[in-house]
């Protein structure tokens, strides 16, 4: 009875732990976070900004149905900029990719924007990575066995109440700038061709427009944080950021 009694002492001390840990990151992480981190700094030539026209066009290539193009319209429309109904009427060309929408670690995200435009995404990046708040219950010192059993009771409770969960939206984007003088581009692929043997290509060409890209990563975290919460504060974010390189 005595050794009973002790266990069920340690359960409700675990629990007390794990909950305390749990409210902690509630209290922490109660208020929506919206970050934005772009891979590289475009700087446009305002010297040659002798016209404010610009085509958009917003491609979707994640699992989501989302609706930033609209909004990165309205931005650019307020900045002053008209908006193209062709490329070649443009003086700009924006093209955005949206590569992935859904849960993300936040290392992996920020390994994902590092890679910059075109690089792959990390491990961590369209995965279920949620990080439990009762995690701490995991170093509280008691005997081999029982311990880790209750222990693992304790986070299981505290865990599946309180979660510090991040969504994310990672998109490339790529903008054509005209220039009064003549731009040299080549362009070199190394096209896979089955396993172990591979095609080189290679094109080169006169142009008008000078082009720069980067990646940007905009994510919401918050605890038990919803993706119907979290999607309307990312997709202006993210508006926000691509309409600002002009």
């Given at each position: 009875?005595?050794?009973?009694?002790?266990?069920?002492?340690?359960?409700?001390?675990?629990?007390?732990?794990?909950?305390?840990?749990?409210?902690?990151?509630?209290?922490?992480?109660?208020?929506?976070?919206?970050?934005?981190?772009?891979?590289?700094?475009?700087?446009?030539?305002?010297?040659?900004?002798?016209?404010?026209?610009?085509?958009?066009?917003?491609?979707?290539?994640?699992?989501?149905?989302?609706?930033?193009?609209?909004?990165?319209?309205?931005?650019?429309?307020?900045?002053?900029?008209?908006?193209?109904?062709?490329?070649?009427?443009?003086?700009?060309?924006?093209q955005?990719?949206?590569?992935?929408?859904?849960?993300?670690?936040?290392?992996a995200?920020?390994?994902?924007?590092?890679?910059?435009?075109?690089?792959?995404?990390?491990?961590?990046?369209?995965?279920?990575?949620?990080?439990?708040?009762?995690?701490?219950?995991?170093?509280?010192?008691?005997?081999a066995?029982?311990?880790?059993l209750?222990?693992?009771a304790?986070?299981?409770?505290?865990?599946?109440?309180?979660?510090?969960?991040?969504?994310?939206?990672?998109?490339?984007?790529?903008?054509?700038?005209?220039?009064?003088?003549?731009?040299?581009?080549?362009?070199?692929?190394?096209?896979?061709?089955?396993?172990?043997?591979?095609?080189?290509?290679?094109?080169?060409?006169?142009?008008?427009?000078?082009?720069?890209?980067?990646?940007?990563?905009?994510?919401?975290?918050?605890?038990?944080?919803?993706?119907?919460?979290?999607?309307?504060?990312?997709?202006?974010?993210?508006?926000?950021?691509?309409?600002?390189?002009?």
């Amino acid at each position: 009875m005595m050794g009973v009694a002790i266990r069920i002492g340690l359960l409700f001390c675990l629990l007390h732990v794990a909950g305390c840990a749990a409210t902690q990151v509630a209290l922490e992480r109660k208020d929506l976070d919206v970050q934005t981190i772009m891979s590289d700094t475009i700087f446009l030539d305002i010297e040659d900004e002798f016209d404010r026209s610009i085509f958009v066009d917003v491609r979707n290539t994640s699992d989501k149905d989302i609706q930033v193009e609209s909004m990165i319209i309205n931005r650019l429309q307020n900045r002053g900029y008209q908006i193209a109904a062709t490329p070649r009427e443009a003086n700009y060309i924006l093209q955005v990719n949206v590569l992935h929408v859904g849960m993300a670690d936040p290392s992996a995200l920020r390994q994902s924007v590092y890679g910059g435009y075109g690089g792959t995404l990390a491990g961590g990046i369209g995965g279920a990575m949620i990080g439990s708040a009762a995690g701490s219950a995991r170093g509280v010192g008691i005997g081999a066995g029982v311990g880790g059993l209750l222990g693992g009771a304790a986070e299981l409770v505290a865990g599946s109440l309180v979660k510090d969960v991040t969504y994310s939206m990672v998109t490339d984007v790529q903008v054509s700038a005209r220039t009064r003088d003549d731009v040299s581009q080549q362009q070199r692929a190394n096209l896979a061709v089955g396993r172990g043997s591979s095609v080189q290509q290679a094109s080169a060409r006169t142009t008008d427009r000078m082009r720069y890209q980067t990646r940007v990563a905009t994510s919401a975290s918050k605890v038990n944080l919803k993706f119907e919460e979290a999607m309307p504060a990312i997709e202006q974010n993210l508006a926000m950021s691509i309409a600002g390189v002009f």
